[in-house]
């Protein structure tokens, strides 16, 4: 079956920094009196959208002002770790993009990441080199966290493809999940930091964008 439109996650499968998440997480984690493992955080965490994260965290209903003073707290410190790197796109992301680009193929970023994170990405990346700022879809607040498939739906929408049309990049078990629950024509799994995907292993697993087959694309 040939695909006409390609979605991506963009932490930790377009932008590998899950390793700063984690570090960020520690730092926040330290000031706030509480201890989670990388496996809890790639568990409970990775994929899913701040709210939800902070609720959990704190096991109790948080009022919009907590939430948003965790949230800049949190992205903060992330911002200011990403900073302190050369912030490279992922191993094979600007040949693969670059490929999309030139045969037309529509894709987009669906990504759980907040405004406050889209817009340093936007400043600090080279991404209006391929993407429309204004057809990324993200975490407005509104949308349900992964692994609801509303975030690709979305996306579906914004690409004008039919899910069985698409295939969509993720590294999260959350985002997977929500990926085959939106009917994904095809998922791959973008292992960028050697994480556990036993339950995965059915699905084309990359550690890098020149591994993805393009004559698989409509064009």
């Known amino acids: 079956m040939l695909f006409s439109g390609v979605i991506f996650d ?20 330290t000031r706030h009196d509480l ?7 790639f568990l409970k965490m990775h994929g899913k959208n701040n709210k939800d994260i902070f609720c959990s ?12 003073k965790y949230i800049l707290e949190k992205e903060g410190l992330y911002q200011e770790l990403c900073l302190q790197t050369e912030m490279p796109l992922a191993p094979g992301a600007i040949n693969f993009l670059d490929f999309l680009k030139e045969k037309n193929i529509p894709f987009t970023i669906a990504t759980a990441s ?19 700022y204004d057809k990324v879809v993200y975490n407005n607040g509104k949308i349900k966290g992964k692994p609801d498939p509303q975030i690709y739906r979305m996306a579906m929408s914004v690409i004008g493809k039919n899910p069985e049309n698409v295939i969509i990049f993720e590294d999260a078990i959350a985002g997977l999940q929500a990926a085959k629950n939106a009917d994904a024509g095809k998922i791959i799994v973008v292992n960028s930091n050697d994480d556990d995907y036993r339950d995965w292993i059915d699905y084309q697993i990359i550690k890098n964008f020149d591994e993805v087959n393009r004559t698989q694309f409509a064009y």
């Open 57 to 68: 965290l704190f096991s109790k209903s948080l009022t919009e002002e907590e939430i948003q």
């Open 114 to 132: 907040g405004i406050e994170n889209l817009d340093f990405y936007f400043e600090h990346l080279p991404l209006t080199r391929w993407f429309d």
């Open 35 to 41: 201890l989670l493992s990388d496996e809890d955080k």
């Open 10 to 29: 963009f932490n930790g499968t377009l932008f590998w920094d899950t390793k700063l998440h984690n570090k960020a997480w520690d730092i926040f984690l």
